[in-house]
């Protein structure tokens, strides 16, 4: 005979007690805690901020159709000029492999593992992009502690490189933008002088070796900072200007440099937010916190969110591709498990 219902539920808590008593059960609790936490705190963030602006669902709805539907040809243009601008980020990294002591990665290699690695950043954290790049390049020959600490290192002094290009939305924003814009420029004034200093980015860059207990000890000074910080900032001024002729495909107007510079700044403050997979909804919203002085609230909106869509397109669909070609390869069978994480 069937157990009563009450009896029935008393045997599932117990179940689920056991479970979550378990180390397994309580990784896993532990687990979906942190995942809850960094979605209710990505949601509340983006709202706070979006808030500032007025702009509501509604109003979105409300739009003609064809303010979200971009010019093909400049759509397309857009769309190769990001995926240019991308490669050279991986282009970027190759070269600081080969000058934190590691051999040189031809740039098909370079770009391959790293838009594969990039597939990591859409998971809450940003370790997973840099641990998969790092076992990825160990196939190649290059140390785990090496690749690691290219993109590291790397993306430290691209974060500045995006925030100078950013610098444009502040001081060509309305009051009290430019006053904070100047402080912005002067701490990234700062931060490049600070790298210039040979003791102090040869610190730098051994403390990462000794924090990896690694024994090599690559000579580099501040005068590879000051390339690999320029070459990022041409990098990051062509992901500015790859978002200005995004814009112009959707037909919106606006000075060029504080629209196209609005994107580099939104993804500065959306990296700091580590609890947003990809900056994922906090970046969206300074952008169009950026971009409403110059265009509306509305439009600004839609801009953000294409903008979106469009970057993770760009992105993933290549990182995909590069992915199946990377699986495909005969020798992708005898790689560890480690080799093969995104």
């Not at 009896?7 to 397994?24: F, Q, Y």
């Not at 040189?104 to 990039?118: E, H, K, Q, T, W």
């Not at 580099?220 to 495909?249: P, Q």
């Not at 700091?272 to 994922?280: E, K």
């Amino acid at each position: 005979m069937d157990q009563p219902d009450p009896a029935r539920r008393a045997r599932r808590r117990d179940r689920w007690a056991d479970l979550a008593a378990t180390p397994r059960g309580e990784g896993a609790l532990k687990r979906w805690l942190l995942l809850g936490g960094q979605l209710v705190l990505t949601v509340a963030v983006t709202w706070l901020i979006v808030d500032r602006v007025d702009l509501g669902l509604g109003e979105l709805r409300g739009l003609d159709r064809s303010m979200w539907l971009p010019s093909p040809l400049l759509f397309i243009a857009a769309s190769l000029l990001l995926l240019v601008a991308y490669f050279v980020s991986a282009a970027i990294w190759g070269r600081i492999v080969r000058d934190l002591g590691g051999p040189g990665l031809p740039v098909a290699d370079s770009i391959r593992m790293f838009m594969i690695a990039n597939l990591g950043r859409y998971l809450p954290g940003k370790v997973w992009q840099i641990a998969g790049l790092a076992a990825l390049a160990k196939g190649r020959g290059v140390p785990p502690a090496t690749a690691a600490g290219a993109a590291v290192i790397g993306q430290g002094i691209a974060v500045v490189a995006a925030a100078a290009v950013g610098m444009g939305a502040l001081l060509g924003g309305p009051d009290p933008y430019p006053t904070w814009g100047l402080v912005g420029l002067a701490l990234v004034v700062l931060a490049a002088l600070l790298l210039a200093v040979p003791t102090v980015f040869q610190r730098i860059v051994g403390l990462w070796f000794r924090l990896t207990r690694t024994a090599a000890r690559p000579e580099v000074g501040g005068m590879h900072a000051l390339r690999w910080l320029a070459l990022y900032t041409v990098n990051w001024a062509m992901y500015a200007l790859s978002f200005w002729v995004l814009a112009r495909s959707l037909g919106f107007g606006g000075a060029p440099i504080p629209v196209a510079s609005a994107f580099a700044a939104a993804y500065v403050l959306g990296y700091a937010m580590v609890f947003a997979p990809a900056g994922l909804g906090p970046r969206e919203g300074f952008l169009i916190i950026f971009l409403t002085p110059h265009l509306g609230a509305a439009p600004a909106g839609v801009l953000a969110i294409v903008a979106r869509v469009w970057t993770t397109l760009v992105e993933v669909v290549p990182a995909g591709i590069f992915w199946l070609g990377h699986m495909a390869r005969p020798s992708a069978a005898a790689d560890t498990p480690e080799e093969r994480a995104p």
